[in-house]
């Protein structure tokens, strides 16, 4: 069934993918629940998380069924085995999903997308360093950022600041409180735009505390994807995405100059808007939607949002 199923959907993505020019894409997300895997191509690696469950086998049984099932991924991808890399992963909201590395080997390495450089780790951290659901946002960023001030706040591993000045931004802020991420952000910054210079500033500073400090109408156009709920000991609140995206999204709002643009994403799967509340803005649209890639077309729990001030 997981070999019938994976030729079929990699047949199909794989087409869309070669017809866009896109290398890093999402081919499978859970479709068996005999086959639990997310697996994505990054160029000529592949990706593969492993949802934990009571599988019934013992470590042994577990072993030689997943070495079959990369078999499988190999035979219909054409990608070695030892150029997959898998995970195990607890099932958790929104981009918290916690992580368990299956083995020691190192994988960092450059991929390409919509013309510009990125570099993804697929051993190391929880995530990859390139959220393949937000390609079709990044790619509105560029379209609009030209002689814009912009801010990307969470800003992850900078991806939307690069995006950014690929659309001929004239001052980029990346703004996040780790500062792995930070200088993770500088050079992917650095291997598209060496003589970026001032244009732009790694941030490193708790993002909420950033917004309720900075100076009224700073910015043309901010992005702002925060993560579900965070705890973190160096940050001031705890933050919950449902509780504090209103005071979030005012606070850029309040930070935009008259017809800038807020781009508001967020994974928790039950998240509902409190547009009521939201003050300050001439449009408000969800573009979920419309920002949502071939290859996550029926399973994207992502939200995405789009305001004017």
């Not at 049984?61 to 070495?67: D, I, K, N, Y």
């Not at 500062?179 to 909420?208: C, M, Q, S």
């Not at 005071?247 to 799967?269: H, K, Q, V, W």
């Not at 939201?278 to 992502?302: E, Q, S």
Request: aromatic share 12%; with cysteine.
């Amino acid at each position: 069934m997981f070999r019938n199923r994976l030729q079929k959907v990699y047949r199909h993505i794989g087409k869309q993918a070669a017809r866009q020019g896109v290398s890093c894409y999402r081919i499978y997300d859970h479709d068996l629940p005999e086959a639990p895997f997310i697996i994505e191509r990054y160029g000529d690696q592949l990706y593969v998380s492993e949802y934990k469950r009571r599988h019934g086998f013992d470590d042994a049984a577990h072993t030689g069924w997943l070495q079959s099932c990369l078999e499988v991924m190999h035979d219909i991808t054409g990608v070695p085995v030892e150029n997959i890399w898998v995970k195990t992963r607890q099932r958790k909201e929104g981009r918290q999903g916690q992580y368990q590395k299956l083995d020691e080997r190192k994988s960092e390495f450059v991929v390409q997308e919509g013309g510009l450089s990125f570099i993804v780790n697929l051993s190391d951290y929880l995530d990859t360093g390139l959220f393949l659901d937000h390609r079709s946002t990044r790619g509105l960023v560029r379209e609009r950022a030209a002689g814009k001030d912009v801010l990307n706040l969470f800003c992850y591993t900078g991806s939307f600041s690069v995006y950014a000045l690929a659309g001929g931004a004239r001052r980029v802020h990346s703004v996040d409180l780790s500062k792995t991420y930070l200088a993770w952000t500088g050079r992917n910054v650095a291997l598209n735009f060496p003589d970026a210079g001032a244009a732009h500033e790694a941030i490193h500073a708790d993002a909420l505390r950033f917004l309720r400090d900075g100076t009224p109408e700073s910015y043309d156009l901010i992005v702002l994807d925060p993560p579900t709920f965070s705890n973190s000991k160096r940050m001031d609140d705890i933050l919950d995405v449902q509780r504090d995206h209103v005071a979030m999204i005012n606070d850029c709002l309040r930070l935009l100059r008259p017809g800038g643009m807020l781009y508001f994403s967020t994974n928790y799967t039950r998240f509902e808007l409190d547009a009521e509340h939201i003050k300050g803005a001439t449009v408000l649209r969800d573009i979920t939607k419309a920002t949502t890639p071939f290859d996550f077309a029926g399973k994207l729990n992502r939200y995405c949002f789009y305001f004017e001030k």
